[in-house]
């Protein structure tokens, strides 16, 4: 059973950082890319970063320049700095990851974590 852990989020003051992790767990057989989706109260989810096996990087134009995506292959983890932080950026924070489990290592299926909250006051 694969899993997605996140680590907790929390509430800071605009302008201040926050990092948050998660990680794929479970019988793995390749991650293809893993990243951060976001959902705001009333809005619907939206894509914040995400990050390919290979390394390439692509970002919502909202967090170009504040936010960095990075990863650990080897542990499964990928990786969120936010900094700059604006009261727009709270909202639930996704983890999201495109894999091969071991049990199916020819198709590919998307997972989710259970979201962590970030919540930022101006």
């Known amino acids: 059973q694969v899993q997605l852990v996140e680590s907790w989020g929390g509430l800071v003051q605009a302008g201040g950082s926050l990092r948050v992790s998660c990680s794929a767990s479970g019988s793995i057989a390749s991650i293809n890319a893993m990243g951060w989706y976001r959902q705001a109260p009333g809005k619907q989810r939206e894509l914040v970063a995400i990050m390919t096996s290979g390394g390439s990087t692509n970002y919502a134009d909202s967090v170009k320049g504040r936010f960095t995506i990075s990863g650990d292959n080897a542990k499964h983890t990928v990786y969120l700095q936010m900094n700059s932080l604006k009261p727009e950026d709270t909202g639930v924070y996704y983890c999201?990851?495109?894999?091969?489990?071991?049990?199916?290592?020819?198709?590919?299926?998307?997972?989710w974590g259970q979201g962590t909250q970030v919540t930022v006051s101006s």
């Open positions: 999201n990851a495109d894999l091969r489990p071991m049990r199916r290592p020819l198709t590919t299926t998307t997972y």
